[in-house]
């Protein structure tokens, strides 16, 4: 169990000090590297300066919709520095692929899969072959009958099936919720989930936007299985981290935006962790968890955004070369607005 914590607030100046202690920074992505499309100004120029000091940057979000390349991509077009590639990545569709891959899966089993591409690019760079996902033909099923139930054929022979894995899937229907259920009626199949997110982010604060977390529950309550979850701040993408860097968890900083997932794996898992407010999570939260003594998702440090934390003779010049950036990027398309950080805003990545 998390101890009682006081988290100290770090600015440029007490972050020098905090420097010297850490070999590693382990940065979530929305709301603390980029904010939906958009850069989070200053943050490149962290990690630029954090590169120079020979530490170590590792990128784990929570999101396993795209691949660690697709998310590769985006780093460089928002203009990080090209260190930070595939390689320094970790996402949840990457750890399900390794976690499969580890436990020997591949020959004549299949993955059954509810989820997107990033899951699929991550299994076929693996080789792991997978049926399911996109969505159902179910367009001779609309006669307001339900003998269609009794006629599902499941592509695989339960015996076949090796894994199902569940993430967000937006052609997940009861069809898919069906097969699945009966795959794991197998015990020897393996039940792996991305994350148990509730909702994602959204333009509007006001429309609910349901996740991965859903669809895990209602395979959860169908199939009488519970998931293997890979995502933050689950154990598996920790395990995983430990496995491609050398890591000394006392001398690692989780930095992200929310104290339940990206406080609370740092915690959980022995790093240091630090809570930016440019996205999600705010003082008032630290303050509650504080008062319902959750120090599990307490933070040891806070912080305004990366960007604070860049020594000043660092800062002026990368800053103002960033600024006069994104002033031509302004003049030639027009900024999404909704990314821009709002108090009770759900951010989930
Ligand atoms: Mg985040």
């Not at 139930?149 to 695989?156: S, V």
């Not at 009861?174 to 009626?185: D, G, R, T, V, W």
């Amino acid at each position: 169990m998390a101890s009682p914590v006081a988290s100290q607030f770090l600015n440029s100046s007490s972050f020098s000090n905090v420097l010297n202690e850490i070999d590693t920074f382990i940065f979530d992505a929305d709301g603390v590297l980029w904010l939906g499309e958009s850069v989070m100004p200053g943050s490149p120029a962290l990690v630029d300066y954090l590169l120079s000091k020979n530490k170590t940057v590792i990128v784990l979000t929570n999101n396993a919709t795209k691949s660690r390349a697709v998310y590769s991509e985006k780093l460089a077009k928002l203009g990080y520095n090209k260190m930070i590639n595939k390689d320094s990545i970790v996402n949840p569709a990457a750890v399900v692929a390794d976690t499969l891959d580890r436990a020997g899966l591949g020959g004549d089993k299949k993955v059954y899969l509810i989820g997107t591409q990033g899951i699929k690019d991550e299994l076929d760079d693996l080789g792991i072959e997978y049926f399911g996902d996109g969505p159902d033909p179910v367009e001779n099923h609309h006669d307001g009958s339900t003998a269609f139930i009794y006629d599902i054929e499941l592509e695989e022979q339960h015996a076949d099936v090796g894994a199902v894995v569940v993430g967000y899937e937006r052609h997940f229907n009861y069809i898919k919720l069906m097969k699945a259920a009966n795959y794991l009626q197998n015990e020897k199949c393996l039940y792996i989930a991305t994350n148990e997110d509730e909702t994602c982010p959204g333009p509007d604060p006001n429309t609910v936007i349901p996740d991965a977390g859903p669809i895990v529950a209602a395979v959860n309550v169908a199939s009488g299985r519970e998931p293997i979850v890979v995502g933050k701040p689950n154990t598996p993408a920790f395990e995983y981290i430990c496995r491609r860097w050398t890591i000394d968890p006392q001398r690692t900083m989780m930095v992200g935006d929310r104290t339940n997932t990206d406080v609370k794996f740092g915690r959980d898992h022995g790093l240091k962790t630090c809570l930016v407010l440019s996205g999600c999570h705010q003082v008032e939260d630290i303050l509650d968890h504080h008062e319902n003594e959750r120090h599990d998702m307490v933070p040891d440090f806070y912080a305004e955004n990366l960007g604070s934390l860049v020594p000043t003779e660092v800062a002026v010049p990368k800053i103002a070369k960033l600024d006069a950036e994104i002033a031509r990027k302004i003049s030639l398309v027009e900024i999404d607005d909704s990314y821009l950080p709002q108090p009770n805003r759900f951010v989930y990545y």
